[in-house]
């Protein structure tokens, strides 16, 4: 029993002994595990510190500089410093490539900032230019409108005043009328002048028709709508004419060149106006003695002929500026040249209109005579005489249309040996007597005419009035003068009503 | 009524005349005047139109003439041809009339004649 008390006592110390040694080496072993996670605990809080303090340091320097650099966008990328006891963690790798991948977003968001900024920029300024552009559209419309408006308004005017001052000068005999009367119509010519260049700018016709008209008669038509116009010398330039359709337009880009050359020529000099005819064309030359007009002008002058924008209404200079203006778009519209050129022999400048051949008519060309001096028969000293000089020449000058044909025009159809008792009035043929002799009839039109005429002023012997009177008279005879020539007729038909259309025009603004 | 469709004057009076607006007093519509002969090259295309009515012409033309040939207002024509009397292209025989004999020596003489009738 002992035995077995002391086996068990033994083996219980034993089994004691073996339970003590085997918790004691586990307990060394968890304190040991304890030890080492208790430094790794210390490692990680110091590694979550260290962490922090990067992240920390990252935000509030590496990323702004991140973004420095994408603003200033010269790729160097700024630096992120690891703290050593990160070294080797997958949180160092990406720490490290932060900055760079920041500021890749950075700049790819100012890129994506950038380009729809620019977009915008750019949709508005088209919008904007759009609505210049309208604006601009609109507001030369509206300043094309007023122009052509109040200067058509002045040029209808101021024709009628001309027509007036016409009338005037054949009406009153006096040298004090006659005296005012061409002063009133010098001023009333520039007008015209001035009137018409701004109807043509604001893109109307010339209103005013003439028939074909002798060179010498432009440049002197050209003249007379110019100040300081006795400055001007010019030859007799034989019989060359521009067809009536260009006339007008020729007048008034030739008023304007003289107008310039006398404005830029010293008041004493002569403008020197002359007639060159080439093969296919003809020039008519403006010589003036001024200053020589500088290359630099010229240049000026010649982009202002050709300029897009000459015939823009709101962009217009100073006068010459608006005359060249003007006489470059009328040589476009009808047709012909002018140019400017420097030094010429007067070391000034010379001005050149270039009419091509189907402006004009030359009297080899079978167009219609337009001779500028009439080759009037001898007259002789019975004044019955001088009234038949004009008929025999086809038409007295350029400047004379053939109105007086007119009523004439008619009758020179119709055969000379119908009955003399057609009772057609105003059809009638002229009648003949025996031996030939026409024989007046009377013009109702041209009776009525002097009955309701003002009763002529009582005149006394060798009064000026009875003088009129006769030339008057003589003149009326010549309106019913029956023997029309054919170029008569052709110079009637021009001015008939059925072209009346273009007079027409003329009144009608 | 606005008169004439077109004005009959495209080249103006005042540039016919070059500027001057006074005729000559001694010239007037009624005036008869004759041709002096002499070069017309210097002058210019009216002076020359009005010289070209006086070629052949045996007596004298008036201006009122002149005026009416060339369909020109009659100032006008009085003072193209003031100019040309000025130059001396054309006379005025009127103008001679300052020098003409007294009429006592006209009844003078009318007195011999029938004298010796």
């Known amino acids: 029993m002992t ?32 030890e080492l996670l208790r430094r790794h605990a210390d490692r990680l809080t110091l590694q979550l510190l ?27 990328q700024a630096t992120l410093m690891v703290p050593p006891n990160l070294e080797g963690t997958p949180l160092a790798e990406r720490l490290r490539t932060l900055p760079g991948a920041v500021a890749a977003a950075v700049e790819d ?17 088209q919008d904007a230019e759009r609505q210049i552009a309208q604006a601009r559209h609109e507001s030369v419309g509206v300043a094309r409108a007023a122009v052509r408006g109040f200067a058509n308004n002045v040029v209808a005017r101021a024709a009628r005043l001309g027509r007036a001052v016409s009338q005037g000068v054949r009406r009153h005999i006096s040298d004090e009328a006659y005296a005012t009367l061409v002063e009133i119509d010098h001023l009333a010519q520039q007008m015209l002048l001035t009137a018409s260049g701004y109807a043509v700018l604001a893109g109307d016709k010339l209103s005013r028709r003439w028939p074909a008209t002798a060179m010498t008669d432009i440049v002197r038509a050209a003249m007379g709508r110019i100040e300081g116009y006795e400055r001007i010398k010019h030859p007799e330039m034989g019989s060359i004419s521009v067809e009536g359709r260009a006339v007008e337009a020729v007048v008034h880009a030739l008023a304007v060149l003289l107008d310039n050359a006398l404005r830029y020529s010293p008041p004493a000099a002569s403008v020197h106006v002359s007639l060159e005819q080439g093969h296919h064309a003809c020039f008519l030359i403006v010589d003036d003695a001024g200053l020589r007009m500088d290359d630099e002008r010229l240049l ?39 140019e400017l050129t420097a030094p010429n022999i007067y070391q000034g400048t010379r001005a050149m209109i270039v009419l091509p051949k189907n402006l004009l008519i030359t009297p080899e060309s079978g167009g219609p005579a337009v001779a500028s001096v009439p080759s009037v028969p001898a007259a002789r000293p019975e004044p019955a005489a001088v009234p038949q000089a004009p008929a025999a020449a086809p038409l007295p000058s350029g400047a004379h249309e053939a109105i007086p044909a007119a009523p004439a025009a008619p009758a020179a159809h119709q055969a000379p040996q119908a009955p003399p008792a057609t009772p057609t009035v105003g059809q009638t043929p002229p009648a003949t007597t025996a031996s030939g002799l026409t024989v007046r009839r009377r013009n109702p039109a041209l009776a009525a005419q002097r009955r309701t005429a003002p009763p002529p002023a009582p005149a ?50 | 009524m606005t008169g004439p469709r077109r004005d009959p004057d495209m080249v103006r009076p005042y540039v016919r005349t070059g500027g001057k607006i006074r005729a000559r007093d001694d010239v007037r519509l009624e005036s008869v005047l004759i041709a002096a002969s002499g070069p017309t090259d210097s002058l210019g295309p009216d002076p020359r139109r009005v010289m070209r009515l006086f070629t052949g012409t045996v007596g004298g033309l008036a201006v009122a003439d002149i005026a009416a040939a060339l369909e020109l207002p009659p100032s006008t024509v009085r003072i193209l041809v003031s100019s040309l009397m ?17 009429s006592d020596l006209l009844q003078e003489v009318l007195r011999g004649l029938r004298s010796l009738v």
């Open chain 1, 3 to 34: 035995e077995l008390v002391l086996t068990g006592a033994v083996l219980l110390t034993l089994a004691g002994a073996g339970a003590a040694w085997y918790f004691r080496r586990k307990r060394d072993q968890a304190r040991h595990e304890a």
């Open chain 1, 50 to 76: 260290a962490a922090e303090q990067c992240v920390g340091h990252l935000t509030a320097t590496v990323i702004p500089a991140a973004v420095g650099t994408a603003q200033d966008g010269d790729g160097a």
């Open chain 1, 109 to 125: 968001v100012r890129a994506r900032e950038r380009a729809a900024a620019a977009q915008s920029v750019e949709q508005l300024r």
């Open chain 1, 300 to 338: 000026w002058a010649s982009d202002v002929m050709s300029g897009e924008q000459r015939d823009d209404i709101t962009r217009l200079g100073a006068h010459p500026q608006t005359g060249l203006r003007v006489a470059s778009l009328l040589a476009e519209n009808y047709g012909f040249r002018v």
């Open chain 1, 460 to 509: 006394g012997p060798g009064r000026p009035a009875i003088a009129a009177a006769w030339a008057e008279g003589t003149r009326r005879g010549r309106l019913d003068n029956p023997s029309a020539t054919p170029a008569e007729h052709d110079a009637a038909n021009r001015t008939t009503p059925g072209t009346g259309h273009d007079a027409a025009h003329e009144e009608g603004h």
């Open chain 2, 86 to 102: 000025d130059s001396g292209h054309l006379t005025s025989p009127v103008a001679a009339s300052d020098h003409q004999p007294e």
